[in-house]
């Protein structure tokens, strides 16, 4: 059984801070990452993808990638209260339908 | 615009009826999937179709469910005999062409609740 486990919080921040989220994997043959927002009642965003080890960064995220401890994270940079949400982290299952395996996300709560 | 749209945005239903949900993808795509979510879970991979051909099938998904795809645009997700656990949100994604390495867009979902 192929699992993604994640911290479920609630994660506190103040503002202005860098939240760090973070995931492990089991599947050690996964070759794709995703991080996706989802706020409360809607549907979930794809924020980051990492394919290979280290470092990506787009604005305010970096997710980092280590295949060898089969560990991701996600650093929110100078958070905002609107970066309150679930962050969900998900990893390509295996076979060829491509469909992803979720973690059940942590809540992120970041306090004026 | 994540370029999926599903119908309805909301169900209500009874337990033991039958309801039938809709996505249409908008913008261009190479395969569609269906998750079902629920209260403090991520979503779960229920199936996914390859243009009209349904390729794929979760345990989850039970034979009271059935997914189609017909021509290969719209998808629907049908429902028999609803029961208080199948209340759920329900997902419907897309994966674009080139879009890197399997992302997924998200639909805005349809909530399921049966009382």
């Known amino acids: 059984q192929k699992e993604v486990e994640q911290n479920s919080g609630p994660l506190s921040v103040p503002e202005g801070a860098i939240a760090s989220l973070n995931c492990t994997y089991s599947?050690?043959?996964?070759?794709?990452f995703f991080w996706y927002r989802q706020y409360s009642g809607k549907s979930p965003e794809l924020i980051m993808s990492i394919y290979s080890n280290g470092d990506k960064e787009d604005g305010r995220f970096t997710a980092q990638l280590n295949k060898a401890s089969q560990y991701v994270s996600l650093l929110i940079r100078d958070s905002q209260p609107s970066d309150s949400a679930t962050y969900l982290c998900?990893?390509?299952?295996?076979?060829?339908?491509?469909?992803?395996?979720f973690g059940k996300g942590t809540k992120l709560s970041v306090k004026p | 615009d994540t370029g999926v749209s599903q119908d309805p945005r909301h169900k209500i239903t009874k337990r033991g009826q039958n309801v039938t949900f809709r996505c249409d993808p908008i913008?261009?795509?190479?395969?569609l999937y269906w998750y079902r979510q629920t209260l403090g879970q991520g979503p779960e991979f229920l199936t996914y179709?390859?243009?009209?051909?349904?390729?794929?099938k979760s345990r989850l998904l039970s034979d009271r469910f059935s997914a189609e795809r017909p021509k290969g645009s719209f998808s629907t997700l049908e429902i028999q005999r609803t029961e208080q656990g199948d209340s759920a949100m329900y997902l419907c994604?897309?994966?674009?062409?080139?879009?890197?390495?399997?992302?997924?867009?998200f639909g805005q979902g349809t909530r399921l609740t049966v009382v």
């Open positions: 998900a990893v390509k299952g295996g076979g060829s339908q491509g469909n992803l395996i």
């Open positions: 599947d050690r043959g996964s070759q794709s």
């Open positions: 179709f390859q243009n009209e051909a349904q390729l794929e």
């Open positions: 913008s261009e795509h190479n395969r």
């Open positions: 994604a897309i994966r674009r062409p080139g879009s890197g390495n399997t992302e997924a867009f």
